[in-house]
């Protein structure tokens, strides 16, 4: 069955644009969440939304905003683009999301965002 | 608040070289324990879940167990195409969110 897709792979952005990216999810699975990879950091929670809801939102600034789709797919979007955005944006679905079984979190490639 | 520790952050080993990598975890109300890897720009790969102190989960050379405040992965006879960045990551209730370690980044030399 096919994975998560992200599009697009990679983007290179000036600084003060907006960026949208884009997440499709297993088929099946209604929670999607969205994370930031950088070197320093780690992976750091963004957001995850279920059923078109957002469910819980972690400690990024308001530039950084996402939504779900009726089909479950995902889009994050981040506004005014400063340097400290440059980094791997992960989404991850999952068939539940919540306690009990079937909480696995599958990932998508990501998409590299380098912002200059 | 809700944290989770990965050591040793790096780790170099023979092939064949059995060892050990510890994920400790302070969380409230634990559902689940998660097992990740990745290679250098790609997404994690799913690899374990463990919901359970005592419980235990095996899979090819690779075998993840759970206590009440750790888990460890051991890699029995590591091969080159182990190498990888080794990522745990808790699932607690309520919160909707995946908490990741910072990973322990293996290197397994021919």
């Known amino acids: 069955k096919a994975g998560v897709t992200q599009t697009p792979r990679y983007l290179i952005k000036t600084r003060g644009q907006q960026v949208t990216l884009s997440c499709s999810p297993i088929s099946g699975h209604r929670s999607v969440s969205w994370y930031q990879q950088t070197p320093g950091q780690g992976l750091q929670f963004l957001f995850e939304?279920?059923?078109?809801?957002?469910?819980n939102k972690g400690n990024f600034p308001g530039r950084f905003s996402g939504r779900q789709f009726s089909n479950s797919r995902s889009e994050m979007n981040v506004s005014t683009l400063e340097l400290g955005d440059s980094a791997l944006y992960l989404c991850?679905?999952?068939?539940?999301?919540?306690?009990?079984?079937?909480?696995?979190?599958?990932f998508g490639q990501g998409t590299r965002l380098t912002v200059v | 608040e809700d944290q989770v520790t990965q050591s040793p952050e790096a780790l170099r080993l023979q092939e064949g070289e059995s060892s050990s990598l510890n994920c400790s975890y302070t969380v409230s109300g634990l559902r689940g324990l998660f097992w990740y890897r990745q290679d250098p720009g790609k997404g994690p790969e799913f690899l374990f879940t463990?919901?359970?102190a005592g419980e235990e989960k095996e899979k090819e050379r690779l075998k993840a167990t759970l206590t009440k405040k750790e888990s460890f992965l051991h890699i029995t006879a590591p091969k080159p195409e182990d190498s990888a960045t080794y990522l745990c990551a808790v699932y607690t209730s309520g919160t909707y969110k995946y908490i990741f370690g910072t990973g322990t980044r293996l290197k397994v030399l021919a």
């Open positions: 991850a679905s999952s068939l539940e999301g919540w306690a009990g079984e079937n909480t696995e979190a599958f």
């Open positions: 463990l919901y359970s």
């Open positions: 939304y279920f059923s078109e809801t957002q469910r």
